[in-house]
């Protein structure tokens, strides 16, 4: 029965309005929430534009550590010449423009420009992934229910989002009143125009959410020079794939009923036993290939006829991927959710949940139209939703099939769209085989000790890479950490420049005058290195970094086209924007791991986190045995820093 009707027999079998308010929610909706989902949205604080000087000066700070004097100096004279000159008739023109489009940042279109202009895969270049750790029950682990109970609850997040039911995004400086009924009920009556400030006066600060419209029904869709994101509500079928084959089947009905979980899993068994082998052209490949090669094929795509299917891949509401993969280990487990085989993905997709042949589950997700925040909370609800109110249980027998729900695509290929998927597959195949992952663990200590020490843990993993680059590599390199800035309208991400000239000092110190500081010494390099990297989480979450403020001044220069400003031109700003350490952190008793690829050649990509009491971290990079190396001297680091705090001098 629809909603209307099941409600209505439940109150004929006597059930009060709350149970039934209840059962509602567990059968549709991962919960309901007071505060409606999008409330925020309208009162959020802008982004803010940093005053350029401030940017010059926090871009001259980035520079220092990675150039000579000689360098330095001409850096300087370029960035001041262009704080006064050419960038400060940009910066002017950037907040007029800021001043006339209220209803978003200043960062949001370039940003988006950034992502979508780029012509490389976004396999390994931009898609990250986020895989969740096993459900607790041992028995719902198998491929089947697992995939079932993660579709049922992804269902039902999106129906709370639709139905604005999801819980906004807050983060709560004290958590107890993310926990207050009448904080919630008085914040539910102000207006939205003014409901930010209402969180604002216990110190709870509201996220943008409108990254989240974009989580469902969308794709990117490739074209020439430029691609195009694509959203289409209307979509009720979900995309499963499997051995390269793919199926749809509608997961929902045109009033937003789930359909029964048992039928889900009986079209899951039903594809399991269909798609037995892999077809001669996986068409799935073209999502790997470069932007502008794959915008043409599909081109030919539609020319060829198949129109319809492609757009039932990109309206479809997610895409299942039901590997035919056991990872044995958490490599090859992060290999599968980075790229898996490349027959089997569709890579554009906003995100594909991904559950292997042991019932392991993870999210690779498509960049351009969102960021970890907006799919770490999908993840975060769809696990606690499917592990406390699994749809199945396991050894349930499924009905009857229908086959007739769900529809398998078939392509018409001609030669040229072969002979291109043939392509495709040879250059993906290369590429993964040169990318190497590797894992790492610190058993040593983690966030509770470095607390202790009153030290901000991420900081110290920072200096630690720091100290190991500089180990490796002898000089001082061009580091990264991801911080978002979704506390504000719009919001994307800005830079933390992990590279400073305290962690440089300190860095030589550790490696090159190993017995010339007393431990004292050290341990006073350790804080300051601290204080400064929290002054610049701090200040990049609060939208005052340098990166996204140059970054937006070289977009409008580019789009008036104007000559390109000096200061993109120096070989020092090129270098500082050429990532070595690209790294990100994020934790949730849901993840299990997380992994992306480095964004230069000779780079590397490191997924991390400060656990309680141990330190890990998840790398990749296409220099094997750098990356072996840099590893080896990360944990030589780590032990470094862990004698200086326990008051041992570096031997
Ligand atoms: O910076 C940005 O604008 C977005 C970044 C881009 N980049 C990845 C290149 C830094 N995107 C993100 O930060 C999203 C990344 C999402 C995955 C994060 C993985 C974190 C892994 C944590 C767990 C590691 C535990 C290892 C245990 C052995």
């Known amino acids: 029965p629809g909603p209307v009707g099941r409600r209505g027999y439940w109150r004929t079998v006597g059930l009060t309005e709350s149970i039934i308010s209840e059962l509602d929610t567990d059968h549709h909706f991962v919960h309901r929430s007071t505060i409606p989902t999008m409330h925020f949205q309208d009162s959020l604080p802008r982004l803010p534009l940093p005053k350029l000087e401030d940017s010059v000066k926090r871009y001259l700070a980035a520079q220092k550590p990675l150039l000579d004097d000689d360098q330095y100096r001409n850096t300087e004279r370029i960035a001041r010449e262009f704080g006064k000159g050419v960038g400060r008739k940009l910066h002017r023109e950037l907040v007029e423009f800021d001043k006339k489009n209220k209803h978003t940042s200043y960062i949001s279109d ?103 419209k974009r989580l469902f029904n969308s794709s990117r869709i490739p074209k020439l ?94 895409c299942l991927c039901l590997d035919n993969i056991s990872p044995k280990n958490d490599t090859e487990l992060s290999h599968c959710m980075l790229h898996g085989h490349g027959f089997n993905r569709w890579f554009d997709k906003s995100f594909s949940l991904i559950i292997t042949s042991d019932g392991t589950a993870g999210v690779n997700f498509e960049h351009s139209w969102g960021d970890g925040v907006a799919v770490l909370r999908f993840v975060n609800e769809v696990y606690r939703n499917s592990t406390r109110h699994p749809a199945i249980v396991p050894h349930s027998s499924p009905p009857a099939l229908s086959a007739t729900r769900c529809e398998r695509l078939e392509f018409k290929l001609n030669d040229s769209i072969q002979s291109a998927i043939n392509a495709a597959r040879m250059k993906f195949k290369e590429t993964n085989e040169k990318l190497s992952v590797r894992m790492f663990e610190f058993r040593k200590f983690g966030k509770e000790f470095l607390v202790k020490q009153k030290l901000s ?19 001082i390199i061009s580091s990264y950490e991801a911080c978002s800035t979704a506390a504000f309208k719009h919001g994307r991400t800005e830079t933390i420049r992990p590279t400073s000239i305290l962690t440089k000092q300190c860095s030589h110190a550790f490696v090159e005058e190993r017995s010339k500081h007393s431990v004292a010494e ?62 990100s952190t994020l934790h949730s008793p849901a993840v299990h791991l997380g992994g992306f690829g480095p964004v230069v050649p000779d780079g590397f990509g490191i997924g991390y986190n400060v656990f309680d009491t141990w330190v890990g971290c998840n790398t990749t990079g296409y220099l094997n045995r750098e990356l072996q190396e840099f590893l080896r001297c990360l944990e030589y680091s780590l032990n470094d820093i862990l004698d200086v705090l326990e008051g041992r001098p570096l031997v």
Not at 165 to 180: G, T
Not at 457 to 473: E, G, M, S, W
């Open 110 to 212: 370039p940003w988006f420009d950034m992502y979508l202009c780029a012509r490389d895969p976004v396999v390994l270049n931009f898609n990250p992934f986020i895989s969740l750790n096993p459900d607790p029950k041992e028995a719902y682990n198998s491929q089947v229910v697992r995939a079932t109970n993660l579709v049922v609850s992804s269902i039902k997040f999106l129906n709370s989002l639709k139905n604005e039911f999801l819980r906004p995004d807050i983060y709560y400086v004290n958590p107890k009143w993310s926990q207050s009924r009448l904080f919630k009920n008085f914040i539910r009556l102000l207006p939205t125009s003014v409901s930010w400030y209402g969180a604002y006066m216990v110190n709870a600060y509201p996220l943008d959410m409108s990254q989240y």
């Open 225 to 318: 020079n430029k691609d195009e994101l694509f959203t289409d509500e209307r979509g009720r079928h979900l995309l499963v794939m499997r051995n390269g084959h793919f199926y749809v089947f509608d997961v929902l009905d045109p009033i937003g009923n789930i359909l029964h979980p048992s039928e889900i899993q009986a079209q899951l068994i039903y594809i399991l036993q269909d798609a037995d082998c892999l077809p001669e052209f996986p068409l799935c490949y073209l999502t790997t290939e470069d932007r502008n090669t794959w915008a043409a094929v599909r081109q030919q795509l539609l020319e060829a006829g198949n129109e319809d299917n492609l757009q039932k891949i990109d309206s479809a509401v997610f």
């Open 457 to 475: 843990p991420d900081a110290v993993f920072q200096l630690a890479c720091q100290i190991t680059a500089y180990r490796q590599f002898g000089k």
């Open 522 to 583: 050290l341990r006073n390099m350790i804080d300051e290195c601290s204080k400064y990297h929290r002054r610049l989480q701090l200040e990049a979450a609060l939208g005052r970094g340098f990166d996204r403020h140059l970054f937006a001044l070289k977009h409008l220069s580019v789009s008036r086209g104007d000559p390109m400003p000096e200061l993109f031109l120096d070989s020092a700003y090129q270098k500082l924007n050429h990532i070595i350490l690209s790294t």
